[in-house]
Structures are given as structure tokens and as C-alpha cells.
């Protein structure tokens, strides 16, 4: 199942592309940077309970039309996707191993960042 940042931030652009409004429409309306509202809609960052309420104003749609899971969740994982197109048995165990690798790499840089972050002097 794909995970609820994922599901969130697809209801978001479709909600947005139905309404022809863009991502810099979206950061202007949040106050916040082009660059977070990217990180919100590819589920690389949590949208906390605040911000989805000014999304679904902004969208003017319900907050549980953003958080409602599909009937058919469509793969999002490029490789998984791409596996399906691929005949030889070669080639899908390349993939399995290309994605196993980037799964790694992501936890591992993710974990590098939380322990820099919590090494950081605690402020009172």
C-alpha cells in the first residue's frame, strides 16, 4: 500500500490540476518557499493537520477529500512501475537490486540527518 504522504500529496495535485492552479499559486498562498511545497507534493515532507486545512481552503475542497485513499492506488515507485514493462528475468532482478540499493541509501542519508539534527545543542 502506498503510504499516506504519497496519497495525501496526489489528492493535492489532482484537486490542483482540475483548477488549473500551479505550485507557485500554492506557496504563495502558504507563505512558504517553492521548494517545500515540491517536498509536500512528492510525500518527501509531512503535511501537518495546519497546512492541509489551508490547502483544502486554498483548493476549496473538505480536508477528508485530501486524505481519502482511492479504490486503486496507482504505483508511484518508478522502478516497481517500470518492472512491469521489463521481459527478461535479468533485467527485473537489475531493477530489484537498483531499488534494494536507493531504498538503502535513503534510509541511511535520512538516518545521517536525524543524528546530525539530535547532536545539535538543545536550546531551553
Do not use: H
Not at 499516506?4 to 500529496?9: A, D, H, V
Not at 490540476?17 to 507563505?31: A, E, M
Not at 528475468?89 to 539534527?117: H, S, W
Amino acid at each position: 500500500m502506498a503510504n499516506m504522504n504519497e496519497i495525501i500529496s496526489n489528492n493535492i495535485m489532482l484537486a490542483m490540476k482540475k483548477q488549473g492552479k500551479k505550485q507557485v499559486d500554492l506557496s504563495s498562498y502558504l507563505g512558504v518557499s517553492k521548494q517545500i511545497i515540491s517536498k509536500m507534493l512528492s510525500g518527501a515532507r509531512i503535511i501537518n493537520a495546519v497546512e492541509l486545512q489551508k490547502i483544502a481552503g486554498f483548493l476549496g475542497v473538505s480536508m477528508e477529500s485530501l486524505v481519502e485513499i482511492p479504490q486503486i492506488i496507482p504505483e508511484t515507485n518508478t522502478v516497481k512501475a517500470f518492472m512491469g514493462k521489463v521481459e527478461s528475468p535479468e533485467a527485473k532482478e537489475g531493477l530489484q537490486i537498483a531499488d534494494e540499493v536507493a531504498d538503502m541509501i535513503c534510509f541511511y542519508t535520512r538516518t545521517r540527518e536525524n543524528a546530525e539534527n539530535m547532536m545539535q545543542p538543545w536550546e531551553a
